[in-house]
């Protein structure tokens, strides 16, 4: 793949301000359900997670970003089967300077589609230009890997630096 195509914008919640993307598949909800919310499905294109969720909370490693990478903290805040969850993370995993960011997934079906709507809370608008790619090169994975695709195909490079202005503006950061 090469030169795609920013899909994330900017909402603004009462909560705070968001980068929102959305993805459609044609598979049921519970489908893309299971996609988001189990391990051996998330690994596949994100990362994995352990622990119990009946607690309130898991360790999510993501398995993409390098081997260093250290695992999060994610306090689930909310969870309404098979149609939306919000995650608060923490990263890194333990420490009093730990960064939290707001997490939203909320599913719906139609006709045969479900779509995901994703979003992530940006309180300073510099976050967007590394939020902004991220998040597009990561759902496009899972789409990949939901089709059945090779996700390896997927390079991140081809979304970061690229779509940081994109992000920037929609935010109203400076390049």
Same mark, same amino acid.
């Given at each position: 793949?090469?030169?795609?195509?920013?899909?994330?914008? %900017?909402?603004?919640?009462?909560?705070?301000?968001?980068?929102?993307? %959305?993805?459609?598949? %044609?598979?049921?909800?519970?489908?893309?359900?299971?996609?988001?919310?189990?391990?051996?499905?998330?690994?596949?294109?994100?990362?994995?997670?352990?622990?119990?969720?009946?607690?309130?909370?898991? %360790?999510?490693?993501?398995?993409?970003?390098?081997?260093?990478?250290?695992?999060?903290?994610?306090?689930?805040?909310?969870?309404?089967?098979?149609?939306?969850?919000?995650?608060?993370?923490?990263?890194?995993?333990?420490?009093?300077?730990?960064?939290?960011?707001?997490?939203?997934?909320?599913?719906?079906?139609?006709?045969?589609?479900?779509?995901?709507?994703?979003?992530?809370?940006?309180?300073?608008?510099?976050?967007?230009?590394?939020?902004?790619?991220?998040?597009?090169?990561?759902?496009?994975?899972?789409?990949?890997?939901?089709?059945?695709?090779?996700?390896?195909?997927?390079?991140?490079?081809?979304?970061?630096?690229?779509?940081?202005?994109?992000?920037?503006?929609?935010?109203?950061?400076?390049?």
């Amino acid at each position: 793949m090469s030169n795609p195509t920013p899909t994330g914008h %900017r909402r603004d919640l009462p909560e705070g301000t968001y980068c929102e993307w %959305r993805r459609t598949f %044609r598979a049921p909800i519970d489908d893309v359900w299971a996609a988001v919310t189990e391990p051996e499905r998330l690994a596949r294109w994100i990362g994995t997670w352990t622990g119990d969720p009946a607690d309130g909370h898991v %360790r999510f490693q993501m398995l993409f970003e390098g081997d260093d990478m250290p695992a999060e903290h994610f306090r689930i805040d909310e969870c309404a089967p098979p149609h939306r969850i919000r995650i608060t993370t923490s990263m890194p995993y333990d420490g009093e300077n730990a960064t939290h960011w707001s997490l939203r997934l909320d599913l719906s079906e139609a006709n045969g589609i479900t779509t995901l709507t994703f979003a992530q809370d940006v309180p300073d608008p510099k976050m967007a230009e590394g939020v902004g790619p991220g998040w597009d090169y990561y759902l496009d994975r899972m789409v990949a890997a939901e089709r059945g695709d090779d996700v390896g195909t997927i390079d991140f490079d081809d979304y970061s630096p690229a779509m940081a202005e994109y992000y920037l503006a929609e935010f109203g950061g400076q390049p």
